[in-house]
């Protein structure tokens, strides 16, 4: 076999996995018929491991989108909207080569390198659980991390299907906890809104410009949300805050209808 052609080969393996793992297919996950008391489920343990062999390409591309992985997981820090996989893809491959198991404390990220260890918490009740980042995805526009069962049942988002987070990446001498129990279970005190970006623009012209446009096209509250960078300010247009996870969904895709392709949700 020709390198070109092993090249090929691992390239049509690694696609293979990422829509395995990545809620390409059409039938609707769930969560275990009989589920197991996972309380005491213990948080993943941060330790130093080399890159997966597999799962790691500088880019791929999944449904027509590409996806570049990040060289390294240090600082990263954001937040936005978790999901969770669970019984539909127990017991197969994840992107890194591992088996999907979802009574395990493990995640599936679109950029982050595998494996990485992050800590997640929701921001509606402030609870924490920290897991291993060990597959590719979710594909799902506005989705930011896709938990196993067991890690979404611990944050508490399971019956909902989604729920708002912030990902902290952490290294094996970082400040965590390794408890079962969460961190906290106190609300978070600091507002927390979720909206969907339409735009963002170097200059305040163009930004109002958008805002006025999208008002003669949809009936939501739109903001001028302005950033502070080295660079110059960015002033960021949003719709919003939206009641819900679910409502952003059905906007965002109004509004590519429309012609906003780049319109996506944003948690701050």
């Known amino acids: 076999m020709t390198r070109m052609q092993l090249k090929l080969l691992l390239a049509a393996s690694f696609y293979v996995l990422l829509v395995a793992c990545g809620g390409g297919t059409v039938t609707p996950d769930r969560a275990p018929t009989s589920p197991r008391d996972v309380s005491s489920v213990p948080n993943a343990v941060p330790r130093d491991e080399p890159k997966s062999k597999y799962g790691n390409p ?13 060289n390294s997981s240090k600082g990263y820090h954001e937040k936005g909207v978790a999901s969770w996989y669970g019984k ?8 890194s080569g591992e088996t999907y198991d979802m009574y395990a404390m493990t995640a599936a990220h679109k950029t982050l390198p595998l494996p990485t260890y992050v800590e997640v918490t929701n921001l509606a009740n402030g609870k924490k659980i920290i897991v291993k980042v060990n597959d590719r995805g979710p594909f799902h526009d ?11 049942k611990k944050l508490g988002i399971i019956s909902k299907g989604t729920g708002m987070v912030e990902v902290r990446a952490i290294t094996k001498k970082g400040n965590y906890s390794t ?7 106190a609300a978070n005190n600091d507002y927390v809104g979720l909206y969907l970006q339409v735009g963002a623009f170097g200059t305040l012209t163009s930004a109002e410009q958008l805002k006025v446009k999208l008002q003669r096209q949809i009936g939501d509250a739109i903001l001028i ?11 960021r247009v ?5 009641s819900n996870v ?14 906003y392709y780049d319109a996506h949700i944003v948690v701050e």
Not at 227 to 232: C, I, N, R, S, T
């Open 246 to 259: 679910e409502y952003g969904d059905s906007l965002a895709r109004q509004l590519v209808d429309l012609g």
């Open 88 to 95: 539909k893809f127990h017991g197969r491959r994840t992107s």
């Open 142 to 152: 506005n989705r930011l991390i896709d938990l196993s069962y067991t890690a979404a």
């Open 58 to 70: 500088a880019h791929y591309e999944v449904f027509g989108k590409r996806y570049y992985t990040l």
């Open 225 to 235: 949300a302005p950033l502070k960078k080295p660079e110059g300010n960015l002033y």
């Open 238 to 242: 949003r719709v919003g805050p939206l």
């Open 179 to 185: 408890s079962s129990v969460p961190v906290t279970n």
